[in-house]
């Protein structure tokens, strides 16, 4: 399967015609509860075409970051179309509209683990239309009941006689049938892609090198660009001297950009030599003199002010500060996270005043949009974005600051195409990160150890904020009271746990520091406060961490399905290897739910994580080994960030800059991980990011059960060996 760029208008694929040829093209249409009043009144332009030669091509707005999204999808239409396997090709849309875009996130952008579960019933439904009529068409033409027919492999196969014609000769005459309202879709039975497991459609071209990343991304008389930019996150450009470089080998310009410059050359080395060496200051601010240590302080008082408003209350609040009988507290804090993705970021432009064309590996196409109209007044219509495949996203390449600095390079060369690439150290030290934050636990246990109330205090910023969400407007759509963000509080307000007198608030700390989401968002950190305060309650209460869980998840079937399951895994009943901790933890995130368990030995030499045991409930699984493969993947993503990962702040700027001091998981130290999908009939969830939450909390759980020991501040490099 290929990525292909395809830019189609409502009328031309609503008319089945298009620019390639003739072919059959059936938009999709978004369930009756996502649809926006539009002209189409919940039509999208998201489509699934089939031409005269057969190929199938299918246009959806979700790029492609390793996830497998893209194969999944196509598992998806194949199976309800009956295609042939090989003919399907997946297209990006080059403008984001309004039709593109998620409605409950309002823009086009791959995040929140929605390429499968937002998707999945609406190319159901176009596959559907489309078979239903390539079939009336086979049926007027062979003088048969449509129900004598059935696609299979690209063919409507006639069962009686065996008579078959390929879809591409039926493309023609189905064109000129009405689109069916309600077609019938295929019964479960029938679906023998999904559920499969497939390899990845992608794989062969990244194998040998034909897949486009974009940094492989090549124009006519391209340009380079290296990128210099203030150390102290909120400064800008005071003064450059652009005669300080200008007679270096290759450099063509000088270009001034928000919060620093461009140096644009022949080629990357000569515009980052001439970068590095650039005679550039820049203003200074009320955050030069900032460090990790007063950051804390900062939430350290938070946590401490009186009437802090209230963002979730069930049942009680004062029941939550009753003294009688146990009382369990504790508080814990996590670091500021970079993303590190493989392939850093960068953009190839070509801008003139007439046209804007991007390549770039984004997942947020409108924050692109936005970025260059608000800072340039760019007409959306004149904005091209080819989106490639992504070397890894993590959450980081939702942002736009790299289109900017690349269009305005384009700009200042006169329009010829320049390729923006920032290094890792620049991604790093100007970057955008995971927020750090705080939060204070208070739990009353009954006599029986059981948990009557719970009040939990986090403080840190908001970033819903930064992305245009009001708290107060967000709160009423979900329930929710006053001052909550999602960004913010995911995992603790929207806990499963049964608890009758519940209460959070946030003390908001605002920071000078850019905020961007890492995988799993907040769901990262609180999964890690909730679980490992749940093992503490149940060490409190004398209980085993699986029976005090299992006690207060009455009613939950997914949650109970998926802890049973990682039980039985592990081997939970029976007792632990000699010399091996086992800790345990269960996350609901993104529609999913993860429990884990995880296996470590712990002695003088330090922290060795043998083996993670790792049950989900996704729904259905559409690919399995896939969803294996990201399970796996996240848990080798957490197990890093949970040892040893963290950004810490030093006059006002980052210390970290490269993998010598932010250190990825190395293949040695990496664990074997067990996983096992559980399938009892629950709505699809999100695969990419619910791997991550349970693994931190599970491992400092399994720490406490070695050591009797509570590590309540990640990373654990900081309070044990590694």
């Known amino acids: 399967m290929k990525l292909q760029d395809v830019s189609l208008t409502r009328r031309s694929f609503l008319a089945g015609a298009v620019a390639a040829g003739v072919a059959l093209v059936v938009p999709l249409r978004l369930p009756a509860a996502w649809a926006r009043q539009s002209e189409a009144a919940g039509l999208s332009q998201a489509f699934i075409r089939i031409d005269t030669s057969g190929q199938v091509t299918f246009l959806l707005p979700t790029s492609e970051m390793g996830q497998g999204t893209h194969t999944g999808q196509a598992q998806i239409l194949a199976d309800e179309l009956g295609a042939d396997w090989s003919s399907i090709v997946a297209g990006m849309p080059n403008q984001p509209t309004p039709d593109y875009r998620i409605p409950f996130i309002g823009q086009m952008r791959s995040v929140g683990s929605f390429g499968i579960r937002f998707w999945h019933d609406p190319l159901r439904l176009a596959a559907a239309q489309a078979r239903e009529m390539l079939t009336q068409a086979a049926a007027e033409r062979l003088g048969v009941a449509p129900a004598a027919l059935h696609a299979e492999n690209g063919f409507i196969v006639h069962s009686d006689s ?10 023609e005459d189905a064109m000129a049938l009405p689109v069916p309202e309600e077609p019938t879709l295929r019964p479960d039975g029938e679906r023998t892609l999904s559920g499969r497991r497939v390899p990845r459609l992608d794989t062969p071209d990244k194998v040998t090198g034909k897949a486009v990343y974009a940094v492989d991304v090549e124009r006519e008389s391209m340009l380079y660009g290296a990128v210099r930019l203030a150390p102290v996150f909120s400064a800008e450009v005071e003064s450059i001297a652009e005669d300080s470089v200008t007679g270096m080998p290759g450099v063509v310009a000088v270009v001034r ?57 069930r049942g009680d609040a004062e029941a939550t500060l009753s003294t009688d009988g146990q009382v369990v507290e504790a508080e814990y804090s996590v670091p500021l996270l970079t993303h590190m993705s493989m392939e850093p970021i960068n953009c190839t ?55 900017l600095q690349a269009v305005l390079a384009s700009r200042a060369v006169g329009g010829r195409p320049v390729k923006l690439l920032w290094a890792r150290e620049d991604d790093v030290r100007q970057g955008q990160y995971r927020q750090t934050m705080r939060c204070r636990f208070r739990a009353a246990l009954d006599d029986a150890g059981n948990i009557t109330g719970m009040r939990i205090r986090i403080a840190g910023p908001q970033m819903g904020r930064e992305y245009g969400i009001d708290p107060e407007q967000r709160a009423q759509a979900t329930g929710n009271l006053a001052n909550f963000d999602p960004f913010s509080l995911g995992g603790l307000s929207d806990m499963r746990y049964v608890i009758p007198n519940f209460v959070v608030e946030h003390a908001v700390v605002d920071l000078p520091i850019p905020l961007c989401p890492w995988r799993s968002i907040a769901h990262s950190f609180n999964g890690f406060f909730f679980e490992s305060f749940m093992d503490e309650c149940a060490a409190a209460a004398g209980r085993d961490p699986l029976e005090f869980r299992r006690s207060h998840s009455e009613g939950q079937e997914r949650m109970l399905a998926v802890l049973d399951r990682v039980a039985e895994m592990s081997r939970w009943s029976e007792p632990a290897p000699e010399g091996i901790a086992r800790g345990l933890a269960v996350v609901e995130s993104y529609g999913s739910y993860v429990a884990q368990v995880v296996e470590a030995r712990v002695d003088d030499e330090g922290i060795d994580v043998r083996r993670v045991h790792a049950a989900i409930d996704c729904g259905r699984a559409i690919n399995p080994g896939q969803v294996e493969t990201q399970i796996q993947g996240a848990v080798i993503d957490a197990l890093g960030m949970a040892l040893r990962q963290k950004v810490t702040i030093r ?18 130290e990496a664990p074997s991980v067990a996983v096992s999908i559980v399938e009892i009939g629950s709505p699809l969830g999100g695969v990419g990011e619910p791997g991550i939450p349970p693994l931190a909390p599970a491992l400092a759980n399994a720490l406490f059960a070695a050591t009797q020991q509570r590590i309540r501040h990640l990373p654990l490099t900081d309070h044990v060996r590694v």
């Not at 065996?162 to 493309?171: D, S, Y």
């Not at 700027?653 to 010598?660: G, I, K, L, P």
């Open 162 to 171: 065996g008579r078959r014609i390929p879809f591409g000769e039926l493309v």
């Open 257 to 313: 950009v928000p919060r620093g410059a461009v140096v644009v050359a022949d080629s990357w080395w000569q515009a980052k030599r001439a970068a590095d060496a650039l005679d550039i200051t820049f203003t200074a601010t009320d955050a030069d003199e900032l460090s990790t240590e007063a950051i804390d302080t900062m939430l350290r008082e938070a946590l401490d002010r009186p009437d802090v408003p209230v963002s979730t209350l």
């Open 349 to 403: 432009a070509e801008s003139t005043d007439e046209r804007t064309e991007l390549w770039i590996g984004t997942q947020g196409q409108d924050v692109v949009r936005m970025t260059l109209e608000n800072a340039l007044q760019l007409p959306a219509e004149q904005c091209f974005i080819n989106t490639t495949y992504l070397g890894g996203g993590f959450g980081r390449k939702t942002h736009g600051e790299i289109a």
């Open 651 to 668: 006059d006002g700027r980052a210390e970290q800059s490269n993998f010598h001091d932010y250190p990825l998981l190395r293949i040695g």
